[in-house]
């Protein structure tokens, strides 16, 4: 019984992308589907980049956010801080940036001082190489240096309320700003590794990130329109999760509905693949915490 109900989801799945290859003849790719109601993001009297030009040896003719491809009542939310519920993660996160904790009696105020400065930027550049560690640190493995290595408290799980709130409120101190992360020098062996995941069919789909994200973005997937998959507003607030999540967890669920076996969060995997996502969104305003279906 379940095995005929596996196998009939991945029939229903495999004709849903039959429609969106169908559909991609007789479509310009990029401009269909997009905004139907124009809007600009503009939060608080800012405007951020949701579509920036793509550089010459970019796979893509436009780089352009996730924010773009969502429904007029989803994109409404993240103009006004009030109606994100995401906000309900920051306010934890700004909490706890002050609360003392570990053996060492610091908070992260102790050293940090005040977030909106010493934070600024920050977000726009991770993931970024550590040379103690001698590899990239997702903004998450960072938090947990600081945390283990320097307060003497315990690492907080990756998708705890407290991580993500602290990412969110720590991310938010970067917003509007352009992803900037470092591709060269010991970050290319990386950069290459995540490139070379996000090609890589997998999954009983046989699917890659790209056949979707590249090849079809702009077009319907079942209920869902696909965007380009870029990450420049994570931590997210989901619709579909009730809360926020982190990158690592939508890399996971993306990975699940083809049917493939996940990496863990963070692991060296989707670090690496996160750096390659953040270097194809250079350019698009930072969003932290954004708001997607
Ligand atoms: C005892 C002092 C200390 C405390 C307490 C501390 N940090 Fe840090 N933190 C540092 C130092 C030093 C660095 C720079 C490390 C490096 O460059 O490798 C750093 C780096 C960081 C960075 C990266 C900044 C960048 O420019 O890349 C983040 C983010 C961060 N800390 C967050 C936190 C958070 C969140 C807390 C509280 C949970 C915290 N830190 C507590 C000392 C501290
Ligand atoms: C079968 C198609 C499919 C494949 C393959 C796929 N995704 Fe997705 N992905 C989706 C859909 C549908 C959504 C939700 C709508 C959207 O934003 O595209 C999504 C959303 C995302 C988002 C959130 C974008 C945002 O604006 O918040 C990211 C990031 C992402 N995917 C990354 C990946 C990565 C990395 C891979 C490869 C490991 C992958 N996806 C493979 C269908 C796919």
């Known amino acids: 019984m379940k095995k005929l109900f596996l196998s009939g989801a991945i029939a229903m799945a495999a004709a849903a992308l039959v429609t969106v290859a169908a559909a991609q003849d007789s479509t310009s790719i990029g401009s269909e589907g997009l905004q139907t109601e124009p809007m600009e993001l503009v939060i608080d009297d800012e405007k951020l980049m949701t579509r920036v030009g793509a550089p010459a040896d970019s796979p893509l003719s436009e780089i352009i956010s996730g924010w773009e491809f969502r429904n007029p009542g989803t994109r409404k939310m993240e103009l006004d801080d009030f109606d994100n519920p995401a906000f ?31 934070m600024r930027g920050v977000r726009a550049s991770y993931p970024k190489w550590d040379e103690a560690k001698g590899k990239p640190q997702a903004m998450e493995h960072q938090v947990n240096e600081c945390r283990t290595e320097r307060m003497g408290a315990e690492a907080w799980k990756w998708e705890s309320d407290q991580m993500l709130g602290m990412t969110a409120y720590v991310g938010l101190q970067s917003r509007g700003m352009p992803v900037e992360v470092q591709t ?8 290459q590794r ?10 009983q789909l046989d699917m890659s990130c790209a056949n979707c994200h590249e090849d079809h973005y702009g077009e319907m997937i079942r209920a869902d329109r696909l965007s380009q998959g870029q990450i420049n507003g994570f931590p997210t607030y989901r619709l579909k999760w009730q809360k926020i999540g982190s990158v690592h967890r939508r890399f996971k669920g993306c990975m699940e509905n083809i049917r493939a076996v996940a990496y863990k969060r963070g692991s060296d995997e989707f670090t690496s ?21």
Do not use: F, N
């Open 194 to 203: 995540g490139k070379d995941l996000y090609y890589m069919r997998v999954g």
């Open 88 to 118: 309900i993660w920051v306010d934890q996160g700004e909490a706890l940036w002050s609360t003392v904790d570990g053996t060492e009696g610091k908070s992260c105020e102790t050293c940090h001082d005040d977030a909106s400065e010493s």
């Open 273 to 293: 693949l996160e750096l390659y996502l953040a270097s194809r969104g250079q350019g698009l305003s930072v969003e932290t915490p954004a708001v997607r279906q």
């Open 184 to 191: 060269d020098g010991p970050m290319q062996e990386w950069w």
